[in-house]
């Protein structure tokens, strides 16, 4: 099957050139696709060398620094819209370029999708999966908040926020990302509840996450606050619908 892994990129200088050279060694025939914010650091110049020395790399460079959920837009839109590969693509991968997750896990996500799963979420909150090097603050707050988001959404998923997963491109096809709204880790719930409510088969692969070694991470407060205003505000409408549904039945 053809994959193709997309990656958003702000500040990534120091990560860049040796993440794409691991990607290219984890699976040497995927494609690859970086999405650039106008790094003021030259992350999207050295995309380009390293793209004109190992192949089937391509950049865009966007203008301005525009968000991870506007990023996945792009990059979703070019692959699924056919501009970023010769043929047919099969599965979309999606991961930080900061070593938080690491390439070399890349061939296990291809296989679960190989056998039949729809969209797999790699996880570090269940049997196999954990944290290195996060301060005991961001662990609670990550696992308190996709507990929180899980059980409001009604969703089987552990880790809703994670980026590392990969998609059957006909199912992140029929979710049509391109429509969503959230703009930080809330995009990644988003995907995830669109796709559980279409019926796709949705698992999760033990992933361990670690926190980067360079670079800075770009997790904020308006991030998170964004993530729980949303996910709160779907849960209701959720509610609603479900209510509204009950009034209408035929009894």
């Given at each position: 099957?053809?994959?193709?892994?997309?990656?958003?990129?702000?500040?990534?200088?120091?990560?860049?050139?040796?993440?794409?050279?691991?990607?290219?060694?984890?699976?040497?025939?995927?494609?690859?696709?970086?999405?650039?914010?106008?790094?003021?650091?030259?992350?999207?110049?050295?995309?380009?060398?390293?793209?004109?020395?190992?192949?089937?790399?391509?950049?865009?460079?966007?203008?301005?620094?525009?968000?991870?959920?506007?990023?996945?837009?792009?990059?979703?839109?070019?692959?699924?819209?056919?501009?970023?590969?010769?043929?047919?693509?099969?599965?979309?991968?999606?991961?930080?370029?900061?070593?938080?997750?690491?390439?070399?896990?890349?061939?296990?996500?291809?296989?679960?999708?190989?056998?039949?799963?729809?969209?797999?979420?790699?996880?570090r909150?269940?049997?196999?999966?954990?944290?290195?090097?996060?301060?005991?603050?961001?662990?609670?707050?990550?696992r308190?908040g996709?507990?929180?988001?899980?059980?409001?959404?009604?969703?089987?998923i552990?880790?809703?926020?994670?980026?590392?997963?990969?998609?059957?491109?006909?199912?992140?096809?029929?979710?049509?990302?391109?429509?969503?709204?959230?703009?930080?880790?809330?995009?990644?719930?988003?995907?995830?509840?669109?796709?559980?409510?279409?019926?796709?088969?949705?698992?999760?692969?033990p992933?361990?996450?670690?926190?980067?070694?360079?670079?800075?991470?770009?997790?904020?407060?308006?991030?998170?606050?964004?993530?729980?205003?949303?996910?709160?505000?779907?849960?209701?409408?959720d509610?609603?619908?479900?209510?509204?549904?009950?009034?209408?039945?035929p009894?």
């Amino acid at each position: 099957m053809q994959s193709v892994v997309v990656v958003p990129t702000y500040q990534e200088s120091e990560n860049i050139v040796r993440f794409l050279t691991e990607v290219r060694r984890s699976v040497p025939d995927a494609y690859v696709l970086i999405v650039d914010d106008d790094s003021p650091d030259g992350t999207g110049a050295l995309a380009d060398r390293v793209a004109s020395e190992l192949g089937n790399i391509v950049v865009i460079h966007r203008v301005d620094k525009r968000g991870l959920g506007s990023a996945y837009r792009d990059g979703f839109a070019a692959v699924l819209g056919g501009t970023i590969l010769d043929g047919e693509c099969d599965i979309v991968i999606s991961m930080d370029c900061d070593f938080s997750h690491d390439p070399a896990a890349i061939p296990a996500f291809i296989a679960r999708i190989e056998q039949g799963a729809d969209c797999v979420v790699g996880s570090r909150y269940v049997l196999g999966g954990k944290t290195v090097n996060w301060p005991l603050h961001r662990r609670l707050l990550s696992r308190w908040g996709n507990r929180y988001t899980s059980g409001v959404l009604g969703l089987h998923i552990h880790d809703c926020t994670s980026g590392f997963r990969a998609y059957r491109t006909t199912a992140l096809a029929s979710i049509a990302p391109t429509s969503t709204a959230a703009e930080g880790y809330a995009f990644l719930t988003e995907l995830v509840r669109r796709l559980i409510a279409g019926g796709h088969s949705v698992v999760e692969q033990p992933i361990t996450f670690v926190d980067r070694e360079l670079g800075t991470s770009k997790m904020s407060g308006a991030i998170i606050v964004e993530s729980m205003m949303l996910v709160t505000r779907w849960a209701l409408v959720d509610t609603w619908a479900k209510l509204r549904h009950r009034r209408t039945r035929p009894h």
